[in-house]
């Protein structure tokens, strides 16, 4: 609310959102949040015992809806762990929904899918600083990855049994250094050419707007090498 000029303080905010009828704030990883304003703005009077009560009673209601205060032992899902998670069966579940929400804008003669019966005897080329970088793959409010359990274009492609070069051209999204000669010879030797390129958290994030779309540092420059 401060960024936005609503309020002055955040005992101000504090008064503001519990009158509003707001029970719970996100503040991650902030000691001096909102809410712990809240003792003082009731001793104030700016807000009632009453009133704090009233916000209370749904948040902590939900709360043991959920089980968040049971025995572990009462939980089934607490005796998950990563072999069940990362089952076969689950991660088959998950490429299905990746497959499935993928958006094609143009597809040209059918390039699309790649597949291994179609490939034999073609060298494959993935570049750009999305093409073998994990930690920008995910979006902003991602979980926390498991190294071992990411497939970067690159490993899914060489997944494939066939023959796959790669080249970063630039080492992360903003592509402020970027290699022209390491991505020409590449590219060059390649039958199909695969470009991954995009923003990710570093650039782009809640809170943390661009003014326009266009492609980041040498990105252009890296795209227009590669199609030439």
Known sequence: MLGHHYTQSFLETAVAS????????????????????????????????????DRVRPL?????????FDPPAMNPYSSL?????????HRNLSLEAAVK??????????TLPLRAQDLSGQRLAVVGPF?????????????VPEPQYIYTPRRGLE?????????????EPRCQQYSQAELVKVVGAADVVLVCLGTGVDVETEAKDRSDLSLLGHQLELLQDAVQ
Request: aromatic share 8%; hydrophobic share 45%; charged share 15%.
């Open 18 to 53: 519990v009158n509003a009828g707001c029970n719970l704030e996100l503040s991650y990883g902030l000691r001096n949040n909102v809410f712990m304003h809240i003792p003082q703005a009731l001793a104030m009077g700016n807000i009632t015992l009453q009133m704090l009560r």
């Open 60 to 68: 902590f209601y939900t709360r043991m809806r959920l089980g968040e």
């Open 81 to 89: 762990d990563l072999s069940v998670v990362q089952s076969p069966e």
């Open 101 to 110: 929400s993928f958006v094609l804008l143009k597809n040209v003669q059918g």
């Open 131 to 143: 093409a073998d970088n994990p930690r920008v793959l995910f979006g902003d409010y991602a979980p």
């Open 159 to 171: 997944m494939l049994g066939t023959n796959v070069s790669f080249a970063a051209g630039c080492s």
